[in-house]
Structures are given as structure tokens and as C-alpha cells.
């Protein structure tokens, strides 16, 4: 009788060692971050690790995290954004006329500073898509051009405090309803949630993955994964249940990470974006609408550079001139320390967030170390350049 793929799943050749060296990337990624967090936790006398520092690495990395994930699709495609910083401090500034001086109620004023943000992506999408002009030289006059409104905005001045509701959208918690004075229930309840629903999910795939006879990774290298991070999620839970609980922030962050890694794994939408990035000439024969799907990929950034705009202004409680100074640096760097690829095509909204989150550490624990803001840029600079010679260094093999 004739054997199936299904009767005989194809396994990675040579084993485990083969394939820990063929997701080199993948693998090492989380590595890295596990051991740049456990050499800060010691050299830190354990303060990294504590709730109240953990609450504040939250806090203090949202908005590029969320960035991070629009400008990753912008690199997927093949281009780059460097007006990120200055639009959401645009954003910023028009929230705070609205609420702060013209008493808006912050639901409507939030929407129209979305569809700001939306409007200002479409508007340099507009130029890269139909018009052909490199994306570096557009989004830099809009760098120019924004960072250059928010001053006209604010006239120069900061210009605060929030209401208090909108606040919460950075510097609330999660309520606990079952009145927890050591524990927020609620909150650990909701990480322990997380942790299940990562174990099912990704036993399923495997499962889909074996029964459909496609290459996947072998039995302990899965187990070994799933276990760590499902540790890592009700461990980390726990630490910010024992503080305040879960920060608001942070649910919104966990949706769009879901979102839009469901967008790049699962669609069309997603799919055609990767093509695009790794080849346009051949997308466009393909029958994608390359030029729409550039266009589509600026929208989006613009309307996260907006939220995370929001989410910095309702943390500091004030609109600055200043903010968004250098946010675009931190954002390009997260995507490619997390395993983008500067010439396109290659990325994953995982490897993005791990990247935000090894600056947002060492940022961190450096600052806890006492060492100065000039040493800190050296450091970061050499990792993002060891990063992408690491890219350039597996592309060329």
C-alpha cells in the first residue's frame, strides 16, 4: 500500500543540532533577550526584576512597541519611515489643543487624532506609492515638516495636564474586583489565561503542522519552547499582580500584537506584503496591486505613529515640543534587531516586540547601572550595527 505525507511527516535533517543552526534567528533572539535580562538582573542587584521596574519598562516602551509594529510591515515592503517620532509628537500637540484647550471630551478627540495620524501616512504613501519617490527622502521632509508643526501647535510651550480619563490610557491598571491587597486576582488570572491559551494554540499547530506532513521542529525543542515561555508569561504576571496588576497599556499592546500577527501569518494582505518586500517586479506580475498595497502600509503606520502619540502624551500628562525626539531610531532599531531585514521581504511581529524589548532592557539597566546617556547610544548603536551584520551575514550564506 502506498505510504502518505500524512503516514510520514517530514523531519528537520540531521536533528536537533540541524535544526537549531537552520532558526538560528528565531532561536537566537530569544536568547539574547532571556540573557541580556538575566546579566541586568544580576549586575542590577536584582532591581530589573522587580514589579515596580517591570511596571516601568512597560510603560516606558508602549509607544515604541506599538510603532514597532507598523514600521515592521513599512521595512517588510521594502521601505522605511523616519517621520514615526515627529508625527506622533504632532499628534500629541493636536490632542492636547483639543482636550486642554478647547475642553474636548477625549473619545472624540482620540478619533480625530487617529484619523490625523491616517490622513499623514496616506499623505506621504501617497508620494512613495504612485509617485516613485524613495521613501528615506520622503518621510525625512516629514520628519522636518511635523517636528516643525508641533512647535507651531504648542507655540513653543508644553501644554498640559490630560483629563484624567485619558490618562488612564497609559497610567491605569486593570481593576480588581475581588479586592486583592497582596495579589491582583484578576490580573494574575488573566496571565494564567494567556499562558493556557499560548500552550493550546501552539500544540494545535504542531499538530496541523505534523498531520499535513510539513517540516517542523522536533518534539524537545517544542516542549522546551512552549514551557519557557508559558513560564515566562505566568511569571512575569505574577510579578505585576503582586504590584498594581496589569497595565492598561499593556492589554492594548497584547490586541495588536494578535492582530497583527494574525494579519502577516494568516491573510492575503499579509502574504502580498512579503512578496512585495522580497520581490516587487515579480509581485507586480503576480497581479498585486503593489502600489495600493504601499500606499495601504503607510496608512497604517501613520495611525499607529498617532496612537503611540497618545499613549506618550497621556503618560507625561503634557504635550512638548520635544517629544517624539528620536523615537523613530529606537522603532527602526527594534525591527531590526528583531530579525528584519533592511533590504525587505523578511520579518515577524514576534521578533519586533523581542527587539523593543532588548533596547527597552538595556535602556533600563543601564540607566540602573548609572552608566551615562553617551555610553548608552555607543552601546546601542554597536548592537543595531551587529544586528543587521548578522542579516547580511545569513543572506550572503
Same mark, same amino acid.
Given at each position: 500500500?502506498?505510504?502518505?505525507?500524512?503516514?510520514?511527516?517530514?523531519?528537520?535533517?540531521?536533528?536537533?543540532?540541524?535544526?537549531?543552526?537552520?532558526?538560528?534567528?528565531?532561536?537566537?533572539?530569544?536568547?539574547?533577550?532571556? &540573557?541580556?535580562? @538575566?546579566?541586568?538582573?544580576?549586575?542590577?542587584?536584582?532591581?530589573?526584576?522587580?514589579?515596580?521596574?517591570?511596571?516601568?519598562?512597560?510603560?516606558?516602551?508602549?509607544?515604541?512597541?506599538?510603532?514597532?509594529?507598523?514600521? =515592521?510591515?513599512?521595512?517588510?515592503?521594502?521601505?522605511?519611515?523616519?517621520?514615526?517620532?515627529?508625527?506622533?509628537?504632532?499628534?500629541?500637540?493636536?490632542?492636547? /489643543?483639543?482636550?486642554?484647550?478647547?475642553?474636548?471630551?477625549?473619545?472624540?478627540?482620540?478619533?480625530?487624532?487617529?484619523?490625523?495620524?491616517?490622513?499623514?501616512?496616506?499623505?506621504?504613501?501617497?508620494?512613495?506609492?504612485?509617485?516613485?519617490?524613495?521613501?528615506?527622502?520622503?518621510?525625512?521632509?516629514?520628519? =522636518?515638516?511635523?517636528?516643525?508643526?508641533?512647535?507651531?501647535? @504648542?507655540?513653543?510651550?508644553? /501644554?498640559?495636564?490630560?483629563?484624567?480619563?485619558?490618562?488612564?490610557?497609559?497610567?491605569?491598571?486593570?481593576?480588581?474586583?475581588?479586592?486583592?491587597?497582596?495579589?491582583?486576582?484578576?490580573?494574575?488570572?488573566?496571565?494564567?489565561?494567556?499562558?493556557?491559551?499560548?500552550?493550546?494554540?501552539?500544540?494545535?499547530?504542531?499538530?496541523?503542522?505534523?498531520?499535513?506532513?510539513?517540516?517542523?521542529?522536533?518534539?524537545?525543542?517544542?516542549?522546551?519552547?512552549?514551557?519557557?515561555?508559558?513560564?515566562?508569561?505566568?511569571?512575569?504576571?505574577?510579578?505585576?499582580?503582586?504590584?498594581?496588576?496589569?497595565?492598561?497599556?499593556?492589554?492594548?499592546?497584547?490586541?495588536?500584537?494578535?492582530?497583527?500577527?494574525? /494579519?502577516?501569518?494568516?491573510?492575503?494582505?499579509?502574504?502580498?506584503?512579503?512578496?512585495?518586500?522580497?520581490?516587487?517586479?515579480?509581485?507586480?506580475?503576480?497581479?498585486?496591486?503593489?502600489?495600493?498595497?504601499?500606499?495601504?502600509?503607510?496608512?497604517?503606520?501613520?495611525?499607529?505613529?498617532?496612537?503611540?502619540?497618545?499613549?506618550?502624551?497621556?503618560? @507625561?500628562?503634557?504635550?512638548?515640543?520635544?517629544?517624539?525626539?528620536?523615537?523613530?531610531?529606537?522603532?527602526?532599531?527594534?525591527?531590526?534587531?528583531?530579525?528584519?531585514? &533592511?533590504?525587505?521581504?523578511?520579518?515577524?511581529?514576534?521578533?519586533?516586540?523581542?527587539? &523593543?524589548?532588548?533596547?527597552?532592557?538595556?535602556?533600563?539597566?543601564?540607566?540602573?547601572?548609572?552608566?551615562?546617556?553617551?555610553?548608552?547610544?555607543?552601546?546601542?548603536?554597536?548592537? =543595531?550595527?551587529?544586528?543587521?551584520?548578522?542579516?547580511?551575514?545569513?543572506?550572503?550564506?
Amino acid at each position: 500500500m502506498a505510504t502518505t505525507a500524512t503516514d510520514n511527516p517530514v523531519r528537520p535533517s540531521g536533528g536537533g543540532a540541524a535544526f537549531l543552526k537552520n532558526n538560528l534567528r528565531e532561536y537566537g533572539l530569544l536568547i539574547s533577550l532571556i &540573557a541580556i535580562m @538575566l546579566f541586568f538582573q544580576i549586575m542590577t542587584d536584582g532591581t530589573l526584576f522587580q514589579p515596580l521596574n517591570l511596571t516601568n519598562l512597560i510603560l516606558q516602551n508602549s509607544y515604541i512597541i506599538v510603532m514597532a509594529l507598523g514600521m =515592521l510591515l513599512v521595512i517588510v515592503a521594502g521601505h522605511i519611515d523616519l517621520s514615526v517620532g515627529s508625527v506622533s509628537g504632532f499628534v500629541g500637540a493636536v490632542a492636547a /489643543v483639543l482636550m486642554v484647550q478647547l475642553k474636548m471630551h477625549f473619545v472624540p478627540a482620540t478619533i480625530i487624532c487617529l484619523v490625523v495620524g491616517g490622513i499623514i501616512g496616506a499623505a506621504q504613501g501617497y508620494w512613495v506609492a504612485f509617485y516613485k519617490i524613495p521613501a528615506f527622502i520622503v518621510t525625512l521632509a516629514g520628519m =522636518l515638516v511635523f517636528k516643525g508643526l508641533a512647535l507651531a501647535v @504648542l507655540q513653543g510651550s508644553s /501644554v498640559g495636564p490630560f483629563p484624567a480619563n485619558f490618562q488612564l490610557l497609559s497610567t491605569g491598571f486593570i481593576p480588581d474586583p475581588f479586592s486583592g491587597e497582596n495579589l491582583r486576582i484578576l490580573s494574575m488570572a488573566i496571565g494564567l489565561v494567556m499562558a493556557g491559551a499560548l500552550l493550546f494554540t501552539q500544540i494545535r499547530s504542531r499538530a496541523d503542522r505534523l498531520r499535513h506532513g510539513m517540516d517542523t521542529e522536533p518534539q524537545a525543542f517544542f516542549i522546551v519552547k512552549i514551557l519557557v515561555f508559558a513560564g515566562m508569561i505566568a511569571a512575569f504576571t505574577y510579578m505585576l499582580s503582586t504590584y498594581r496588576g496589569l497595565p492598561n497599556v499593556l492589554i492594548v499592546m497584547l490586541l495588536l500584537m494578535l492582530v497583527y500577527d494574525f /494579519v502577516t501569518s494568516k491573510t492575503t494582505v499579509g502574504r502580498r506584503i512579503y512578496a512585495l518586500g522580497g520581490n516587487e517586479k515579480a509581485a507586480r506580475l503576480s497581479g498585486i496591486n503593489t502600489q495600493r498595497l504601499t500606499f495601504y502600509t503607510f496608512i497604517n503606520m501613520g495611525v499607529l505613529s498617532a496612537l503611540a502619540g497618545l499613549i506618550f502624551a497621556a503618560r @507625561l500628562n503634557t504635550a512638548t515640543p520635544k517629544a517624539g525626539l528620536g523615537f523613530e531610531l529606537d522603532v527602526i532599531a527594534a525591527c531590526f534587531i528583531g530579525g528584519a531585514s &533592511a533590504s525587505g521581504g523578511v520579518g515577524k511581529v514576534l521578533g519586533a516586540v523581542i527587539g &523593543a524589548f532588548i533596547m527597552g532592557v538595556m535602556n533600563n539597566g543601564m540607566s540602573i547601572m548609572g552608566i551615562g546617556i553617551d555610553y548608552q547610544q555607543v552601546i546601542k548603536g554597536l548592537v =543595531l550595527l551587529a544586528a543587521v551584520c548578522v542579516d547580511v551575514y545569513n543572506k550572503n550564506k
